[in-house]
């Protein structure tokens, strides 16, 4: 990554940027991953999966067999339904499924270390970790032959985080070529995916894209899905002790306590909720070793069922049960994992949640107060109030697409263009620092919460973490609204990409009063949402528009945002009004000047717009 220089805001923010494509030249390392638990059993010898049947081998039946791995493509992941359980959900993500998955990754690195380094490789290291599902034990299986079969020496990271995968391959002695994190995040227990990861970080959609293709074929040309024999067994590494060290060694570092170097958490009590997840060693590696008290803490041990709540700091459950803790025992911080610990949410001193919005703010305050001046990047779905609120503080507000991987590649390209850009977050938790290679890393983000937070007591101030976005204003109203696409599956996206260029049309050519496709300085929407207009602009992985809404009363008083979902067949539509009564003056706009007159009604189903506009709720 080229050093970024002072950001100069009397040009555009979009440069001309080129994305360079794995493999990256030496130095350009960008950070993304998970980690796995250990098997419930030790191999033996040989570990088989039995075959799933033959494919009859006429075009159509191809056609099924390709279209069967394509679909599990979900963005910059891959995600499926790995158990049975689920009303209308066939599973998807099978043993045979993972393997030819897996050795198309381990081909597609090893391909592009040859490119990179101008000979063949050999011994091209991959990791694997996975969070506490119980279908990981046997998709491992899957993920170990199809490593093997590509040529690969396979590691066992057992139960570990998607952004401690990252690091095993940077962190020494590890230094993996690339790992692989098995995980569905916050969704249930019946689903399962991939994440994976090289050096230089995340691999983005068109590379999943890419080797979901090569995969397909591999599948749909084994006419029988034979059994899956481990000749050579992977080895098992404990990583997940080197990355807590990492972090405490960061923690103690920054703070530089006067009295208590070793253990600067002393006098502190932080509650940590796991969801029964990956998260429990944040508790037990990391804090109880600085030093901190953690008694009272909910959900560490690893249950893949998830019996308690969703693992997800936006789950209302997750955050009130955070909450009472917290007041019960009178603690100082209260933090709350997802699944794979990629993304984090706190409760402050008071009892207050902190995510969404009021997160991506804390972290502003934080990150300008050591880089004044920086560009923080964001989703679209996020309030013209937060914006309001990193201004004031100096800093410059960029608007992006809804997306993880889109927020966080946005960083990178402005960091590559000479602007500064220290922080990308998205309003579901997910945050990235330049400092830390661009990873979203949950842990890592509730780490420089902990540090702020113990500087701030050892400034004199006993306000806590809340005090620092006191001032931030909440959107008066919001709702999110979802519409079904009625279609058969293989033609649902491009349905919902109809739908959504017709939204566009309608708003470009006036047929909305007061309707106007928004913008963010200089990022213009053009093509999916404040989306760039380089020469070389990043692929879309969704379309999306966002419009902002006035009238002659209010003004500019809220906006629209209707976009794609990369994970169903269906359409969000996020609506956020700074006055009362304006989301659903809105919806209705949308639903009777929109979607009704469009004609995109036919083949949507928009009950829950219906009603919303009816009655003013969802419930």
Not at 182 to 188: E, F, G, K, Q
Request: net charge neutral; charged share 25%.
């Amino acid at each position: 990554m080229a050093a970024s220089t002072s950001p100069n805001f009397s040009t555009p923010l979009q440069k001309n940027t080129h994305k360079t494509k794995f493999p990256s030249s030496a130095g350009k390392n960008i950070l993304h991953n998970k980690v796995g638990f250990p098997f419930s059993a030790p191999f033996s010898k040989s570990v088989s999966v039995k075959s799933i049947g033959t494919a009859k081998y006429d075009e159509v039946v191809v056609d099924e067999e390709l279209d069967k791995i394509r679909r599990l493509q979900n963005g910059s992941d891959v995600r499926g339904v790995a158990l049975e359980g689920e009303k209308g959900r066939k599973v998807d993500l099978t043993p045979p499924a993972v393997e030819a998955i897996s050795q198309s990754f381990g081909e597609w690195v090893i391909k592009g270390l040859e490119k990179e380094r101008g000979y063949p490789v050999e011994n091209v290291r991959v990791s694997l970790g996975r969070d506490p599902r119980i279908t990981g034990s046997k998709l491992s299986v899957a993920v170990f032959s199809g490593l093997g079969r590509a040529g690969c020496m396979v590691f066992d990271m057992g139960l570990a985080t998607t952004p401690a995968c990252f690091m095993s391959t940077i962190l020494s002695p590890f230094s993996y070529d690339a790992s692989i994190m098995m995980t569905a995040s916050h969704l249930p227990y019946t689903r399962n995916g991939l994440k994976f990861f090289t050096k230089r970080g995340g691999l983005t959609s068109t590379e999943v894209e890419e080797i979901c293709d090569k995969a397909a074929r591999k599948y749909a040309n084994r006419m029988a899905k034979v059994s899956t024999l481990l000749s050579v067994l992977p080895k098992k590494v404990d990583f997940m002790s080197t990355y807590a060290m990492h972090l405490r060694e960061i923690i103690k570092e920054r703070i530089n306590h006067p009295l208590y170097p070793d253990t600067p958490l002393q006098g502190f009590q932080i509650i940590v909720n796991a969801g029964n997840g990956s998260g429990g060693f944040f508790t037990w590696d990391v804090l109880d070793k600085l030093g901190a008290e953690t008694f009272g803490s909910l959900h560490l041990n690893p249950d893949g069922m998830f019996p308690n709540h969703i693992p997800n700091p936006e789950d209302k459950t997750a955050m009130a049960l955070t909450r009472a803790a917290v007041l019960e025992s009178k603690a100082n911080l209260g933090i709350v994992f997802d699944t794979d610990v990629d993304r984090s949410g706190v409760v402050d001193n008071q009892g207050n949640p902190i995510n969404g919005d009021k997160l991506i703010a804390l972290m502003s305050a934080i990150v300008l107060r050591e880089h004044p001046g920086t560009t923080i990047v964001t989703d679209a779905r996020t309030s013209m109030a937060l914006t309001r609120f990193i201004t004031d503080r100096g800093g410059h507000h960029c608007l992006y697409r809804v997306g993880y991987r889109n927020v966080i590649d946005k960083g990178v390209q402005l960091n590559s263009d000479g602007v500064q850009t220290h922080l990308m977050m998205e309003t579901s938790g997910h945050g990235a620092l330049k400092e830390n290679h661009f990873l979203d890393d949950g842990a890592y983000m509730v780490v420089k919460i902990i540090i702020e937070m113990v500087r701030m007591k050892l400034a004199g101030s006993d306000e806590g973490i809340g005090s620092l976005i006191k001032d931030l204003e909440e959107p008066y109203e919001s709702v999110e609204l979802r519409i079904n696409i009625i279609s058969e599956p293989q033609h649902a996206k491009a349905k919902g990409s109809e739908a959504i260029q017709t939204f566009r049309n309608y708003i470009e050519e006036g047929r909305l009063s007061g309707w106007e496709l928004d913008s963010c300085g200089d990022c213009w929407v053009s093509e999916g949402c404040l989306v760039d207009t380089n020469d070389d602009p990043a692929p879309i992985d969704a379309q999306m528009y966002r419009a902002k809404v006035s009238n002659e009363r209010h003004g500019q008083h809220g906006w629209v945002h209707m976009r794609q979902s990369i994970h169903n067949p269906n359409i969000a539509v996020n609506i956020q009004s700074s006055v009362p009564g304006g989301c659903l003056s809105m919806a209705r706009a949308f639903r009777d000047e929109f979607l009704k007159a469009s004609g995109v009604y036919t083949f949507l189903d928009i009950s829950q717009v219906d009603k919303f506009t009816e009655n003013g709720s969802i419930a």
